[in-house]
């Protein structure tokens, strides 16, 4: 950052900006514009740009983020501490689909390199995939997977790797509660992920709750096998009285495995369009900068891929409840703005279930990185979504069946909706990150994002894109936005790893279960 005092409002409505310099400002600090700190207050946290009498409403975004608990004079420190909550905008009285702009003009020309499926889906990586239809299963897979990776995997270069779709779901669970369906169809639809290229193999103990017929029943598959007829499932039951001793358990999914690495190393890359792009976008570890340079640069990224025709995803429910006004005006259709609000409203009953609600959200981290509450937070999180109309909703583990913009609904924790954006049927993932976090997943690619220079310099080999050069005025939000899209394409075609790829960075699946644990 330079050494000039400088902070950053977002809005000219604004009362309060947040001080952008590396490691804040001390108190004294005199700004350009005269104003003048009266306590040291640190990089990302709020500054009071005027006087703030009791009970006057905090504005940033041009959006009241919080109500002052006491008198707050010009200069000061503005934390959460400081501030009340607004209570949650009502689901009723929404504006339905009312903001009309005209379609941007399409953006022609842009292609990568990716392997396309019979089914007509394109994946940006070459995987075997080895579904798991309970946990018991796992260290066996793991063992069998070491195995493979060392014996088989050189055999078949064509193959990117051999992953574990590894969760914890499957048995001593409520198999039959009505909000079971939400786990079992996303590792269903995990399982039918453009990257694995149709070869769908199991593991499974036996005894599970989970069985694998219920998991994938037939025509769930939807590519079929040489001779036209539906593909059957490949299954390897560890129970199985064939299986004496752990090595004919390994002995067994290691030859099944072989039998897809053979048809998945004769895949090959060809041009497709941009157009076959299926992105899911996401923050973590947000900090109040995430709002002013990653997520914009997300957002500007976002509506170019909307323009080429691809297909993006944004989520995280609780991180979008304060601008659901923003949402329902956005929707194509009032039927979209409806399902929307629907979505809301069983997030908030399920919220309401576990005696919390959406301020829960909030971390020790966020809050040290100067994001007070949800409300503020949420301002910064919707931007990743962009300008262009919502073309459509997804439930927790529902499959996409179409392209542009969608608000496909999730948890905002980090492993959750990454994995019900992996079940929707993402090809590359968008991660930005504030506060910092290694997280990957084995199953796309993910892009990261660092929302400050400091953080980008410090985890030079973890961070794919430095998107603190916006508030260091080296870059424009559109320069980085084109940046990353020029990356997607990149990586997309194979011919660059993520960070994350070239360290194997992989968190485990975490398939969101609202549905009793017996």
Known sequence: MSQEPLFIRMHEADNVAIVANDGGLPAGTA??????????????????????PSGAAVKRYDVTIGYALQDIPAGSWVHERLLRMPEARTLEALPMATARRAPAAPLAGYTFEGYR?????????????????????????????ERIKAQLLPKYPNVDDVVALEHGYGCGVAIDAPDAVIPIRTLRNISLNPNFGGEVMVVSLGCEKLQPERLLPPGSIPIADQRGEPQELDVVCLQDEAHVGFMSMVDSIVRQAETHLRRLNARRRETVPASELVVGVQCGGSDAFSGVTANPAVGFCTDLLVRAGATVMFSETTEVRDGVAQLTARAATPEVAQAIVREMAWYDAYLKRGSVDRSANTTPGNKKGGLSNIVEKAMGSIVKSGSARIDGVLAPGE???????????TPASDFICGTLQLAAGMNLHVFTTGRGTPYGLAEVPVIKVATRSDLARRWHDLMDIDAG??????????????????????????????????????????????????
């Open 117 to 145: 499926n019979p089914d007509g889906s394109v994946g940006t990586r070459n995987i075997l995939a080895i579904t798991q239809s309970v946990q018991c299963v796992a260290g066996v897979t793991r063992f069998a997977i």
């Open 31 to 52: 700004f350009p514009s005269g104003l003048v700190l009266r306590e040291k207050v640190p990089q990302g946290h709020k500054v009071a740009l005027v006087d703030l």
């Open 399 to 409: 499959k996409l069946k179409q392209k542009g913009l969608v608000y496909a609904a």
């Open 469 to 518: 050069t916006i508030a260091e005025g080296k870059a424009t939000i559109e320069q980085v936005g084109w940046e990353m899209f020029r990356l997607m394409l990149e990586v997309a075609s194979g011919r660059k790893k993520t960070w994350a790829e070239q360290w194997k960075l992989h968190n485990q699946l975490v398939l969101f279960n609202p549905a009793p644990v017996t």
